[in-house]
């Protein structure tokens, strides 16, 4: 990077720690530390739910599954504006009103202690788990930018943002939240007028569409139905709700985002309005990583876009000059072809506008559009078998530890297409991001543990014993997580193995709520036999690989509710 790049990245980096230190004074016991003295308005619960939700790896990963996979992972999204409404009517009435500091601590009221333990452990393990993997995502860009080995990175990514975390808990966490999802938003939407501006002369947003499009990048909405197919619009539906609904109505990470909101209807509105601007703004984000594949449709695009690794096979792997010299030679030929036929095309509608648009013309129009087409999908396929070969032999040599490059993608397209003083914001901005997700998990990881957990047998502590254990569990938490980092590398596509990683134990604690609240003759007992009965099942489910991950959390959830029915009718006839 430039000199002007590393001062705009460590100026955003250092003002936000500042800030956080600064927003975070004057914490006095639990309350202000996990709860933020329950003041935030809503535009700060808000900007808080989705910069929980949407981590670096949502900015770095996303544009890459686009890139890769096209757009389809919107329908992910599909059940989430559902799910909102239910957690508005159900489930922030009840938090609320029994005034708990973790979702988990109404269960011990419902059920018993051990219901209470197990759905707080599950939470544990399974937000430290993938906390971990978040701190790895903006590691890889400090990792690729400076040279330094992974592990030290993962030290440092972690590490600074403990600072304002374990120092100021939930009010410092909600603050930088609320500055740093702006200025996410606001650096996103430049690095997407950015990919459009650096198309070849002559190409236009249009021209970037249509070779996406044709490509089948813009498959936004896929409609058949597949047990397997990790991407439909009905596993988007009906397992998106699902997940939604779990991670959103019994993560710590987002209740505890919820209910530090001055009351009812502030906590409600910043759900809602999450669930509004959710799905058009992963829209966008996902639009971006098309329009990079447009962009690389006219411009050179590496064999593998972690170069550092690609270097180092490429040095100690001599056939591979051969192999990358017949990439770029087909590359420059569909570079090439694709600026001749978009002028082409476009010479072609200009001279049909201009005449009488016969029915001759037109269909002559639609075979010459159709032939330009199929040759630039021929190619296209070519290249993409090439790139898979080369990922493949990168991973079984062990040059690499991702089976893909999909991580690194939108790094590689920022460091080396956008101008001098924009790559260092919008690096900035990932770690920013990652941030911002990261001291939530870290607030709702320490909220779990020392509540759930540690005082859970009623010791009575002082306020500042309460402030200095929570500090201390926040401390741990962070050393968990940067150890847990240490092995993301070996997950592939990080966005996707965070949703895996939830979906595994999501369904069941979802499960566990919808019995809580729902079903009133339910004891404790049931529930907790019908949790352990349903997280078994769905692990076995999920490494047997019957199903696409989304449909875990449906499964989960299922299996707890009709477990426990199936007891309490057993019950009932004896």
């Known amino acids: 990077m430039s000199t002007p790049d590393w001062i705009v990245l460590f100026v955003t980096l250092a003002t936000m720690i500042a800030y956080g230190l600064h927003k975070g004074r004057g914490q006095s016991g639990a309350h202000s530390y996990l709860l933020a003295d329950k003041q935030m308005p809503w535009y700060v619960v808000l900007l808080g739910i989705m910069a929980t939700q949407a981590s670096a790896i949502t900015f770095l990963s996303a544009p890459g599954q686009a890139y890769i996979d096209g757009m389809r992972f919107v329908q992910y999204y599909f059940g989430l504006p559902i799910a909102m409404i239910v957690i508005c009517v159900t489930f922030i009435p009840i938090f609320r009103r029994l005034n708990v500091y973790t979702a988990y601590q109404y269960l011990e009221e419902r059920f018993d202690r051990k219901t209470r333990l197990l759905t707080s452990s599950l939470f544990l393990l399974s937000r430290g ?37 374990y120092a100021g808990g939930a009010k410092a966490v909600a603050h930088t939240q609320k500055l740093q999802f702006l200025i996410i938003l606001g650096s996103m939407g430049v690095a997407g007028f950015l990919v459009v501006h650096r198309l070849p002369p002559g190409i236009g947003m249009k021209d970037a569409l249509y070779i996406a499009g044709k490509s089948g990048k813009l498959n936004v909405i ?172 990168m991973y079984t040599h062990h040059y690499t530890p991702d089976k893909n490059d999909t991580n690194y993608i939108f790094l590689y397209f920022v460091k080396n297409a956008l101008p001098v003083g924009v790559v260092g914001l919008l690096f900035a901005v990932i770690i920013l991001a990652s941030w911002g997700s990261i001291s939530a998990a870290l607030n709702s990881l320490t909220a779990c543990s020392l509540m759930d957990v540690q005082l859970i047998a009623g010791k009575t502590i002082t306020e500042k014993q309460e402030l200095r254990y929570g500090r201390l569990h926040t401390l741990c938490w962070g050393v968990f997580c940067i150890c847990i980092a240490m092995f993301a590398a070996r997950l592939g596509s990080l966005i996707e193995a965070v949703n895996i990683l939830g979906s595994l134990f999501y369904g069941t604690i979802l499960g566990i709520f919808l019995v809580a609240f729902y079903m009133k003759r339910a004891n404790g007992n049931t529930v907790f036999t019908a949790a352990l009965i349903a997280e078994v099942s769905v692990i076995i489910i999920y490494w047997l690989d019957i199903v696409s991950f989304l449909w875990l959390n449906v499964i989960g959830a299922l299996l707890v509710v009709m477990i426990s029915l199936g007891c309490y009718f057993k019950k009932t006839m004896e």
């Open 129 to 165: 788990l993938s906390t971990g993997i978040s701190i790895y995502a903006p590691a890889i860009i400090l990792s690729s930018i400076l040279g330094w080995n992974i592990y030290l990175t993962n030290v440092v990514m972690g590490g600074l943002l403990l600072i304002y975390t």
């Open 222 to 393: 896929t409609t058949h139905f597949d047990w397997k197919d990790k991407y439909n619009i009905w596993s988007g539906l009906i397992g998106g709700f699902f997940l939604a609904l779990s991670y959103f109505g019994t993560d710590q990470s987002q209740v505890g985002r919820y209910i530090t909101g001055k009351d009812d209807r502030e906590s409600k509105l910043g759900l809602l309005l999450n669930g509004l601007v959710k799905i058009p703004m992963q829209f966008c984000i996902l639009l971006i990583g098309a329009l990079v594949f447009a962009f690389y449709s006219f411009q050179p695009a590496p064999v593998y876009f972690n170069t550092a690794a690609y270097d180092a096979y490429r040095a100690h792997e001599p056939e591979s000059a051969a192999s990358e010299t017949a990439y770029y030679q087909m590359l420059r030929t569909m570079n090439e072809g694709n600026v001749k036929r978009i002028a082409e095309m476009r010479k072609n509608a200009e001279t049909r506008n201009s005449r009488r648009n016969t029915a001759i013309d037109s269909l002559l129009g639609d075979k010459q559009m159709d032939d330009a087409v199929y040759e630039f999908a021929s190619v296209q396929h070519q290249i993409e078998r090439h790139r898979e070969k080369v990922s493949e032999m």
